[in-house]
C-alpha cells in the first residue's frame, strides 16, 4: 500500500513570512500611497515587517498581508486611523480576533478581496521580473524540506491557497524540484475540502493512505467537519505559522497528529 501526501505550501515546506511582508508593504504603498507620504518612515516600515512575523499565522489567503500592514499602522499612527478597530488593538488582539476585524476593516476602508488579490500578485510578478534573485532569496525553504522532496517515494500534491505561478517558482528555483503542475493545487482550485475530495475520489489513488500536512489549525478542523474526508490522516506541522495555544489546541483533538520537522521530513523519504 502506498502513500499519498497533500501538502500547505507557505508554513509546512516554505517559510516566505519575509517574502509575503515585503511584498506586501510595496502593495500598500501601490494602493494607499498617502499613508506612506511623509507619514511613514522606514523605521516604522521595519516595526511593520517584524510584528508581520507575529500576527502571520492568521493570514489564510496572501492578500490578508496587505490589510495587516494597513491595520498595524493605523495602530501605530493615530492620524492615519480610518477603522473603528485600531484604537487599543493589540498584536495579540489581531491573534485572538482576525476573524471578526477582517470584514470590518475591508468595509470600512471600502476595499475589494479580488482586488486586493489581483494587486497582490501583480506586485510580486514586477519584482520576479526586476529582481528575481532578491526575491527568491527572501523565501526559504524549511530544513530538510529540499532533500524530502526530491527522493520522495510516495505521491505528493501541493495544496495551498497561494497563487500556483509562485510555488512552482519557488520549488525549481529555490528548492531544486519539479513538481508537474497538475499536482499543484493554488489559489482559485477551490477550497482545501474539496481539493482533497478530488484526490481521492481519482481512480489512481484507491488504496493509498491518505495524508493532509497543515499548519492552520482551523483548516483542518474544517476537514474534521467534513465527513467524506474521514479517511484522511491530518497533520498539525509544529514548524509553521501557528500559535502556541493553536498546538495545545491540536493535540487535543484525536484526529490531528502534531507533527515535528524531522519526522516529517522522514515521513516523506
Not at 531544486?176 to 489513488?205: A, C, D, S, Y
Request: with cysteine; charged share 30%; net charge negative.
Amino acid at each position: 500500500m502506498g502513500d499519498l501526501y497533500a501538502l500547505d505550501f507557505d508554513g509546512v515546506l516554505c517559510d516566505s513570512c519575509g517574502e509575503s511582508s515585503l511584498s506586501a508593504v510595496k502593495a500598500a504603498k501601490v494602493r494607499w500611497p498617502s499613508l506612506f507620504d511623509g507619514v511613514v518612515d522606514s523605521a516604522t516600515e521595519d516595526w511593520v515587517v517584524q510584528q508581520m512575523y507575529t500576527v502571520r499565522p492568521v493570514v489564510e489567503t496572501g492578500y490578508e498581508n496587505l490589510l495587516l500592514v494597513r491595520l498595524l499602522l493605523e495602530m501605530r499612527i493615530p492620524s492615519i486611523r480610518k477603522s473603528s478597530v485600531a484604537e487599543g488593538l493589540t498584536v495579540d488582539g489581531i491573534l485572538e480576533n482576525w476573524v471578526k476585524i477582517k470584514p470590518v476593516i475591508l468595509e470600512e476602508w471600502g476595499e475589494n478581496r479580488e482586488a486586493l488579490i489581483d494587486l497582490f500578485g501583480k506586485v510580486r510578478d514586477d519584482w520576479i521580473e526586476k529582481d528575481l534573485a532578491t526575491w527568491i532569496g527572501a523565501n526559504r525553504f524549511y530544513p530538510g524540506i529540499p532533500d524530502a522532496l526530491q527522493f520522495a517515494s510516495s505521491k505528493l500534491y501541493i495544496v495551498t491557497t497561494k497563487q500556483s505561478r509562485f510555488a512552482d517558482a519557488l520549488l525549481r528555483e529555490l528548492a531544486g524540484v519539479t513538481i508537474p503542475p497538475e499536482r499543484i493545487f493554488g489559489l482559485g482550485t477551490g477550497p482545501k475540502v474539496e481539493v482533497l475530495k478530488q484526490l481521492q475520489k481519482k481512480p489512481e489513488h484507491q488504496g493509498l493512505r491518505l495524508h493532509f500536512v497543515e499548519d492552520r489549525l482551523a483548516t483542518l478542523k474544517n476537514v474534521i467537519k467534513d465527513p467524506e474526508l474521514d479517511g484522511w490522516n491530518l497533520y498539525l506541522g509544529d514548524w509553521g505559522y501557528n500559535t502556541k495555544k493553536e498546538r495545545e489546541e491540536a493535540a487535543s483533538i484525536p484526529r490531528i497528529q502534531l507533527l515535528q520537522l524531522p519526522l516529517f521530513s522522514k515521513k516523506l523519504k
